[in-house]
């Protein structure tokens, strides 16, 4: 079945340092590819999205790039902020021959941005 | 993007209740997903949830435990019954925006079982 591998955390990163949280993942056919962001109490929202290789997401700064030669899909940032701080979660949207499409996430990668 | 709406937002619930969460969607969908979200862990799909059907519930989880209703395309519930301190979680609501396309994830109903 589907599945995706983040990077263990958690990340602690100074102020304007630079950020890589790596994702691969295993999925039949051609699954869309996201990161969610999970700020401190609150719910999750959508930071970036890509539908196709070598598609590249982009939303506040944050990248990533889907690499279907290496099923992976790192995300990045040049320079975080304290307010960067969450837990980021990889996520996968695949029809594995059903009708629905059904999101698989990562384990969640906590990141923590020191001033 | 859809807009999404979870109540309760918050509870401390007592051992062997049940509890239901809303979910209301500010437009028409076809398909809603329920999620659990235990301490310090990943996402897990409950069920998914058409209107005018039965759920379809993942592996490790039953309907009498997590009965769902879905009776138009902006609603549906989720109860979890006979709860006990391993159901403190937080449960999601989740539509697609489009088929297979991002999804729109409600704020989270934040259960506590004491």
């Known amino acids: 079945g589907d599945s995706v591998t983040q990077m263990e955390g958690p990340v602690t990163l100074s102020e304007e340092a630079f950020l890589t949280i790596i994702c691969t993942y295993t999925?039949?056919?051609?699954?869309?590819l996201f990161w969610y962001v999970q700020y401190p109490g609150e719910g999750l929202q959508l930071l970036l999205k890509?539908?196709?290789?070598?598609d590249k997401g982009s939303n506040k700064g944050f990248e990533a790039t889907y690499r279907k030669e290496t099923t992976s899909f790192h995300l990045e940032k040049g320079s975080v902020q304290v307010s960067d701080s969450a837990v980021y979660f990889c996520?996968?949207?695949?029809?594995?021959?059903?009708?629905?499409?059904?999101?698989?996430f990562g384990k969640g990668t906590l990141l923590t941005v020191n001033p | 993007s859809a807009v999404i709406s979870q109540k309760p937002s918050r509870d401390i619930c007592q051992r062997g209740t049940s509890l239901t969460i809303q979910c209301q969607v500010d437009s028409q969908v076809t398909m809603m997903f329920w999620y659990r979200q235990q301490p310090g862990q990943s996402l897990t799909l409950i069920a998914t949830?058409?209107?005018?059907?039965?759920?379809?519930?993942e592996s490790g989880f039953v309907i009498d435990k997590f009965p769902i209703s879905r009776p138009n395309l902006t609603f549906s519930t989720l109860t979890v019954s006979n709860m006990s301190p391993e159901d403190s979680s937080i449960y999601l609501c989740?539509?697609?925006?489009?088929?297979?396309?991002?999804?729109?994830f409600g704020e989270g109903s934040w259960l506590t079982v004491v």
């Open positions: 989740s539509v697609e925006d489009s088929p297979g396309m991002p999804f729109s």
């Open positions: 999925a039949t056919g051609y699954p869309s």
């Open positions: 996520a996968l949207s695949s029809n594995s021959g059903g009708s629905n499409y059904k999101l698989t």
């Open positions: 949830a058409n209107q005018g059907s039965e759920a379809t519930y």
């Open positions: 890509a539908t196709k290789a070598d």
